[in-house]
Every structure is written in C-alpha cells, then in structure tokens.
C-alpha cells in the first residue's frame, strides 16, 4: 500500500470505547494493521483489528473480538516474513494467543502457568521474542516473569493447534512486575530485562538463570512502569518512573547511572518507543504531547526534542511501526492516530 502520493500526514481512527492496548502490525503483507484494546473497567472487554483503506485513506475495523478484562498489552508475532501463522497474544489475566484470519479471530490457547490455584495474579505485560518467535516472556504482580515456549507445527497442510509450556518461572523483583522486554544482545534469544515496583531493572539470562544483574535502582525507590531496548544498539534501553516527567536513558555497561534523562515533558511520561531504524531516536507521550528526540550528542545534556505533536486527549500509548518507520501510532481517549514522521 502506497500512501505517499495522498501525503496526509495523520490518519485517525475512533473506536466505542477508551484505546489502551495497540500494536502495529509486522507482516509485510498486511502494512497499515493494528490492533486496538479497549479499556472499560468491567469484565466485559474487547479487541479490534482496524486497518487503512488504501482507496478511502480512512481507517476500517475488520474484526472486533471479547476479551476478559481490559489488556495491559498486545502484540502481533514478530514476523516480518509472513512466515508463521498470522498470531496476536493478549495480557490481562492470563496470557493468550489469537489466529487472525479474514473470516474470524479465534482463541488457540490460554498459557496459564497457575493451575494449582483458583486465583490468578494479573499480567502486567509481555514481550515476544524477535529472533525466536516461539519465546514469549510475561511479568506479573506476583513478583516472577515467566518465559513460555510455543509450538505451531504445520502437517501436510493441516495447520496445528498453537500450544505453549512455561519454560522458566524466575522470582524476578522483590515487588510486582511491571514490564519485561528481550534483548537483542548475545543471538537476542537468551537475554531479556525487566522492571518493577521494587524501583530496578534486572537483566537476566536464559542460559545462567542462577542470577541476575541490577542495572539501575532509582534513588528513591520509585516504581519503574516500563522499559524498552534501543533497537540498533543493545547497550541502550529507556524506562521511566511511577509520575515522573522524565525519561532515563541507560547503558548496561555503565549500571546504576542514567547517560541522559529527557526531562522536558510538562506531565507524567506514559510511553517511550525507540525508532526502530536508528540507534539515537526515541518517541516519549506525556499528556497530550508525542516527542521525538535525538540523543546522539549523549553523554550531553540532551535539552529539547526534534519534533513535537499536540495531540486532543490524553496519550495512552506510542508505537513506532518496526516496519514502517516513518510512522508511529499513539492513543488517546477512544482514538487512535498515526502519524507520518
């Protein structure tokens, strides 16, 4: 889909509900894809897959599915060959696995790794593994993160039911997890960092699982709500604090010791996205504000953003497209919009 020779600059979609969860889509067949979660404090909620009409420029839902609780994050399978099943996981209460087709979206299994018990402690995200997609990695409140491995067979052209076995369950923080991401260093299969109200970020490694390394404790043991790796340069990843108006940005070989904070946000960060093309761009949303910085000149102070959009309402959540990275999406209120850089 070409949409170069419309050059509108922001396309917007308005879903019936409050947008928290979304993510872009990497199949190279299925390019301005994404998938929106809602947020509405009940049981009852609810998925949608909207993509853009490339003869209309307006965005379109082409599935809406119900989902038990708002999700705390969902991700398309980090496919960009369109070499597996067309998958979409969910977290909320569990962690499931959704085939996407143009007929309908169906469950192909609930990974719940508590089966002992009548209660479930909340998900709080996940990630999913670029380099293996049969590695997805989940935190939770329960203060462990969980690395599951999924097998999706084909036989003879009968597609198999997708399953997955909890590889390893590690204690990872002293307190709740809050994110969990993977890294692209060492093969990026095996080592992956994440962050919670204990106020760290824990590197850890699937191969040594014995230990882990603190990277960085904030000073006053705030809450850390997110990280998220540099996707050219391994040494480098963000994560921001519980209210704060600024991001870190931190180096693993030099731990406990922030290399740049962008400090010119006017409310609570709420999102950070790196360019998925290069190593010194990164995307921060306050309230109604996406910026786009350029921290080459670190280890300096990095003063101003790039680029700055207003957006109506309070913005939720950014992506930078890993496959299109001209173009980042962010949610506010029950919006959607995406925006050409």
């Given at each position: 889909?070409?949409?170069?020779?419309?050059?509108?600059?922001?396309?917007?979609?308005?879903?019936?509900?409050?947008?928290?969860a979304?993510?872009?889509?990497?199949?190279?067949?299925?390019?301005?894809?994404?998938?929106?979660?809602?947020?509405?404090?009940?049981?009852?909620?609810?998925?949608?897959?909207?993509?853009?009409?490339?003869?209309?420029?307006?965005f379109?839902?082409?599935?809406?599915?119900?989902?038990?609780?708002?999700?705390?994050?969902?991700?398309?399978?980090?496919?960009?060959?369109?070499?597996h099943?067309?998958?979409?996981?969910?977290?909320?209460?569990?962690?499931?696995?959704?085939?996407?087709?143009?007929?309908?979206?169906?469950?192909?299994?609930?990974?719940?790794?508590?089966?002992?018990?009548?209660?479930?402690?909340?998900?709080?995200?996940?990630?999913?593994?670029?380099?293996?997609?049969?590695?997805?990695?989940?935190?939770?409140?329960?203060?462990?993160?969980?690395v599951?491995?999924?097998?999706?067979?084909?036989?003879?052209?009968?597609?198999?039911?997708?399953?997955?076995?909890?590889?390893?369950?590690?204690?990872?923080?002293?307190?709740?997890?809050?994110?969990?991401?993977?890294?692209?260093a060492?093969?990026?299969?095996?080592?992956?960092?994440?962050?919670?109200?204990?106020?760290?970020?824990?590197?850890?490694?699937?191969?040594?699982?014995?230990?882990?390394?603190?990277?960085?404790?904030?000073?006053?043991?705030?809450?850390?709500?997110?990280?998220?790796?540099?996707?050219?340069?391994?040494?480098?990843?963000?994560?921001?604090?519980?209210?704060?108006?600024?991001?870190?940005?931190?180096?693993?070989?030099?731990p406990?010791?922030?290399?740049?904070?962008?400090?010119?946000?006017?409310?609570?960060?709420?999102?950070?996205?790196?360019?998925?093309?290069?190593?010194?761009?990164?995307?921060?949303?306050?309230?109604?504000?996406?910026?786009?910085?350029?921290?080459?000149?670190?280890?300096?102070?990095?003063?101003?953003?790039?680029?700055?959009?207003?957006?109506?309402?309070e913005?939720?959540?950014?992506?930078?497209?890993?496959?299109?990275?001209?173009?980042?999406?962010?949610?506010?209120?029950?919006?959607?919009?995406?925006?050409?850089?």
């Amino acid at each position: 889909m070409s949409l170069h020779g419309k050059r509108k600059e922001v396309y917007k979609y308005e879903a019936p509900w409050t947008v928290y969860a979304m993510n872009w889509s990497v199949r190279p067949d299925k390019r301005f894809r994404l998938a929106l979660g809602s947020f509405v404090e009940e049981y009852n909620n609810k998925v949608q897959i909207v993509g853009l009409e490339e003869k209309s420029s307006e965005f379109v839902c082409r599935s809406t599915f119900d989902h038990p609780y708002p999700t705390t994050k969902i991700m398309w399978i980090p496919d960009t060959k369109g070499a597996h099943p067309d998958l979409l996981a969910t977290s909320g209460d569990y962690l499931r696995i959704w085939r996407v087709s143009d007929a309908e979206t169906r469950l192909e299994c609930l990974l719940n790794n508590n089966k002992n018990s009548d209660f479930c402690a909340p998900l709080t995200s996940f990630d999913w593994n670029e380099v293996d997609p049969n590695l997805l990695g989940t935190s939770s409140i329960d203060t462990t993160c969980t690395v599951w491995g999924l097998e999706t067979g084909q036989v003879l052209g009968r597609v198999d039911l997708v399953s997955g076995h909890v590889k390893t369950q590690l204690i990872a923080h002293d307190k709740e997890v809050y994110d969990i991401s993977f890294s692209r260093a060492g093969g990026g299969r095996d080592m992956f960092a994440s962050v919670g109200a204990d106020g760290s970020v824990r590197m850890f490694d699937l191969r040594h699982m014995e230990h882990s390394t603190i990277i960085y404790e904030d000073p006053q043991h705030n809450p850390l709500l997110r990280l998220c790796w540099n996707k050219q340069d391994p040494n480098y990843l963000a994560t921001m604090a519980m209210d704060s108006l600024e991001v870190m940005i931190l180096d693993v070989r030099v731990p406990c010791t922030p290399v740049a904070k962008l400090s010119n946000h006017r409310a609570c960060v709420n999102g950070i996205a790196w360019a998925p093309h290069s190593s010194c761009h990164i995307c921060t949303a306050d309230d109604h504000q996406a910026l786009i910085w350029d921290i080459q000149q670190m280890p300096r102070a990095i003063e101003d953003p790039i680029l700055a959009y207003t957006a109506e309402g309070e913005i939720n959540n950014v992506q930078w497209a890993s496959t299109q990275p001209d173009w980042i999406a962010i949610c506010y209120n029950n919006c959607l919009e995406i925006l050409r850089v």
